[in-house]
């Protein structure tokens, strides 16, 4: 089994400590940081925007992503959601171990 790092962005530190909390309750993810706040500079709408954010770092299998977009996509503000996941090539056994049975359907 693969493992991803995903990455997303929210306008709050509620709204992203709401967000984790509800994707390692639904077992979406095995852990979540919380990074910020962060100044995020893009383009939208044509026009150059600064805005601070804050990043979530969530880690999951690969068999979750599918799931985790959905549920990140229904619990999000924003109208096109940052959601970019990057595979984890290499680490601690352990851990990733670790991260396979906390995302595991329970059945």
């Known amino acids: 089994m693969g493992h ?10 509620d709204a992203a400590e709401d967000l984790a ?10 852990c979540v940081q919380v990074v910020g706040p962060v100044r995020s500079v893009y383009r939208w709408r044509g026009e150059v925007c600064v805005d601070q954010e804050w990043q979530l770092v969530i880690k999951t299998a690969e068999e979750r992503m599918e799931e985790l977009s959905k549920h990140v ?18 680490g601690s056994q352990d851990y990733l171990d670790w991260v396979t049975e906390q995302v595991s359907p329970r059945g």
Request: hydrophobic share 50%; net charge negative; aromatic share 6%.
């Open 4 to 13: 991803l790092m995903v990455f997303t962005t929210l306008d709050s530190a």
């Open 21 to 30: 909390r509800s994707l390692v309750a639904d077992g979406l993810a095995a």
């Open 73 to 90: 996509r229904a619990h999000h503000s924003y109208e096109v959601p940052e959601l970019v996941a990057v595979p984890i090539t290499g």
